[in-house]
């Protein structure tokens, strides 16, 4: 059964200050990461403060099926027993990724270098997206796709490559997730494994590849660029990850506590990696108070306490290479933006139309329904500010938790209350989303 067989609708309406402290799950992108590589790595790997969403719930289980050792110790705290760098096992069962992307990209480039064969597979809206950018290198390196849908789609049975062929691959577009699987392919094969990206995306897999020994170096290429270099067939040891908040989860109450007046709160162990914080950088354009202190790292990774108070905004201009370190906050973005006063303008988000969900026309939608005028041009998105939203409409989620969140988020200073169509998506990233906006002081019901 899928989440959308039993729809859980909500509305957020108008709510007093938000005030108070809270820490946001960990972060998805390291949390996925950290078990892939603690499964690849020889030793144990011992992991804090990871994200229980059902998204990285599913990397765990076939991190499982592909034979390594997965235990939950405590909460948030789980241990790895890796298999060692080409040493994944047959899958006896097809893989489920449920709604993770990520978790299914990953995976494929490290089953890639291993001569297995795997089935891939996911919920509805995970076979509805194409996978072939993630495929082509793969086959380049020696894996072959056996069967799948049409343009690379779920279910896919992916065969690993006996002798994987380190490669040179140039990204068609800045994606962390095709550099990550050519990356975790990379590793099994001998030589030098080599990505080049013309603007420079992610770099959470370089670090926690380091963090476990591998011999890995990015350089700059171009004005934007990087040029990664993987030495293969190194031998990684267990480590211990500390998980930072996620600042995708973190933007959902700071772009709330901005939108409602009189709101004052606080965020601990955000991650503050220049490549995860251009939502950070254009809201601070904007006008926002956002106060960071008590910085710290782990794994690489800096992390940071934030404040944030509720401020007047104003309309800005988005550049398009600030996309690829915000790609996951365009949504709520544009809800800030809604309650800015003047015009701000996005471009360059083709990467929004291949999510969970078509995300420009449904972060569009999103507006219209509540009042705000909004024009998708191209790959931009242009939203006109007023300083406040009527509110009143019902957001088709599209299966999509992000708009699910957004959408919440602008019930909270709308005039009228808005309604989600189904929050279940919610918990396939941000489990508690729901309770801490709650113990914050927003009004869901």
């Not at 962390?176 to 420079?200: D, F």
Request: proline letters at 6%; charged letters at 20%.
């Amino acid at each position: 059964m899928t989440h959308s067989d039993k729809p859980t609708p909500l509305k957020s309406r108008s709510s007093g200050p938000l005030t108070g402290k809270v820490r946001v799950p960990g972060d998805k992108s390291i949390s996925h990461r950290a078990l892939i590589l603690g499964a690849l790595a020889v030793g144990e790997t011992r992991i804090t403060g990871l994200l229980e969403g059902e998204d990285v719930l599913n990397t765990a289980k076939s991190m499982q099926a592909l034979g390594a050792k997965v235990e939950r110790t405590g909460d948030f705290a789980w241990t790895v027993q890796g298999v060692g760098v080409g040493g994944f096992a047959q899958p006896k069962a097809a893989l489920d990724f449920g709604n993770s992307g990520t978790g299914c990209r990953l995976v494929m480039g490290a089953v890639a270098g291993c001569p297995i064969s795997a089935v891939f597979d996911g919920d509805a809206s995970l076979r509805s997206r194409p996978m072939r950018r993630i495929l082509d290198p793969l086959e380049k390196m020696g894996a072959k796709v056996v069967s799948g849908g049409e343009g690379g789609r779920l279910p896919l049975t992916l065969q690993g490559a006996r002798d994987p062929l380190p490669i040179t691959y140039k990204t068609p577009v800045a994606s962390a997730q095709i550099k990550s699987a050519v990356l975790l392919a990379g590793l099994a094969a001998p030589g030098t494994t080599t990505v080049i990206e013309s603007e420079a995306s992610r770099d959470h897999t370089e670090l926690m590849l380091k963090h476990f020994g591998a011999d890995i170096t990015s350089v700059a290429e171009g004005a934007h660029g990087r040029r990664v270099m993987l030495v293969g067939q190194p031998e990684l040891h267990g480590a211990t990850v500390i998980v930072p908040a996620d600042p995708s989860s973190a933007a959902f109450p700071i772009v709330a506590a901005l939108i409602v007046e009189g709101s004052d709160i606080v965020l601990s162990d955000v991650m503050t990696n220049p490549l995860r914080t251009g939502l950070f950088t254009t809201l601070r354009e904007m006008g926002a108070s956002i106060e960071e202190s008590e910085v710290r790292g782990d794994a690489g990774e800096p992390m940071a306490r934030l404040r944030v108070r509720a401020s007047k905004l104003r309309g800005v201009e988005v550049p398009p290479e600030r996309a690829p370190s915000m790609i996951d906050e365009y949504l709520v973005l544009a809800v800030a933006a809604s309650f800015a006063e003047g015009t701000t303008i996005m471009r360059g988000l083709q990467e929004l139309r291949v999510k969970e969900s078509d995300r420009l026309e449904a972060t569009a939608d999103m507006l219209r329904v509540n009042g705000v005028k909004v024009t998708v041009s191209g790959d931009d998105l242009i939203v006109e500010g007023r300083g406040h939203v009527p509110g009143g409409g019902t957001v088709a989620t599209h299966m999509d938790h992000r708009i699910a969140m957004s959408a919440l988020v602008m019930g909270c200073a709308s005039d009228q209350p808005v309604t989600v169509d189904d929050t279940a998506f919610i918990a396939t990233s941000f489990p508690d989303f729901i309770p801490m906006m709650r113990s914050l002081g927003a009004e869901f019901s």
